[in-house]
C-alpha cells in the first residue's frame, strides 16, 4: 500500500518592484512632465492638424525601431479593437483636447493638480479590472504621492470650463493606463503603442479634415513643427513604450504612483529653461512626492499576485 504525498502549500515569496521597470516610468514622466512647456507653443496652432501629424510621425517612428529591435507586433482581434481605440480617444484625442482648452481657461497649475490625482484613481480602478482587492498601503502612497504634486503645482485660478477640462484631463490621463490593461498580455508595450497611436493619427486626422480643412497645415510655424518634432519622438514613441512597460512590470497598483513624477520634471524643467526658483512649497511638495513613492514602491506585495 502506497503511501500519501503529502500536499504542501506553495509558499508565495514578496515580490518587490523591478528597478528596471521603474526606471522605465520614471524616464517615461519626466519625459511628458519636461514637455509641458513644449505643448504650451501648439496653443495657437491648429489643433487636431498638429496633433495628427505628431502621431503620424511617431508611427514611423515606433514601427522602424520594432523592426530594428525585431520585436513582434500582432493584429488586434475581437474586443482589442474596443481598448485599443478606447486608449485612442481619451488618452491620445480627448486628453490632448481637454489640456489645450484647459490652459486657455485656467492657469496650468488647475490642470496639473487635477491630472496628479491619478494615482488615486490608478490605484483603485487598476486592481478591480486586474479581479484584485485595491491595496491599502499603496492607496496610502497615492494620496500622498497626489498632494505632493499639489503643492508642487500650486493652486491656480481658473473659471468654471477651466475646471470641467482640468476634470477631462484627469478621467483621460488615468484612461491611457487603465485601457491598457485587458490587452498589454498578448499586445505588450510595443504592441499596445503602435496601434493606439494609429488610431489616434487617424482620429486626429480626420477631426482636422473636418474641422480645420486640408490647408491647416500650412498654418503651422517653424517653432511649432519643432514643438511636434519633439512631441513626436520623445513624448509619444520613447515615453509611450516606457510606460506601457512599466504597467506591465509593476502591475497597474503601483504603477500610477509614478505619474506624480511629472509635476515635479515640470518644475525642474522650468529652473533649468531660467524660470524663477521655486518656493520653499514647491519644494516641500517634491519631497513628500519621494515620501510617497518610497512608501508605495517599498511595499512588498506584489501587484502579481492574485
Sequence with gaps: ????????????????PPVRGIAAGITAMVLV??????SGALVDAPLFTAQAVRYAAAIVVLALAARLFRVPVVRPRGREWWWLAGIAATGLVLFNVAVVRGV???????????IACVPVVIGVVGPLLERRTPQGPVLVAAVVV???????????????????????????????????????????????????VWLGAVMFGVLGLVAEG?????????????AVAYLAVMVTAVAFVLWYSTVAALGSGRVGLLTGVAPVAAALAGIAVGSRAPGPLVWAGMAVVVLGLALGLRHRSGDAEA
Design 1 to 16: 500500500m502506497q503511501e500519501a504525498t503529502p500536499v504542501t502549500t506553495p509558499v508565495t515569496t514578496p515580490v518587490r
Design 33 to 38: 512632465g519636461g514637455s509641458v512647456g513644449v
Design 104 to 114: 486657455a481657461h485656467a492657469e496650468p497649475a488647475v490642470v496639473a493638480v487635477a
Design 146 to 196: 497626489t498632494a505632493g504634486a499639489a503643492l508642487v503645482e500650486g493652486a491656480g485660478r481658473a473659471d468654471a470650463q477651466g475646471v470641467a477640462w482640468a476634470a477631462v484631463a484627469m478621467v483621460c490621463e488615468a484612461a491611457f493606463t487603465l485601457l491598457a490593461i485587458p490587452v498589454l498580455g498578448r499586445h505588450g508595450a510595443w504592441g499596445v503603442s503602435l496601434h493606439s
Design 214 to 226: 486640408a490647408g491647416a497645415v500650412t498654418e503651422v510655424t517653424a517653432t511649432q513643427w519643432a
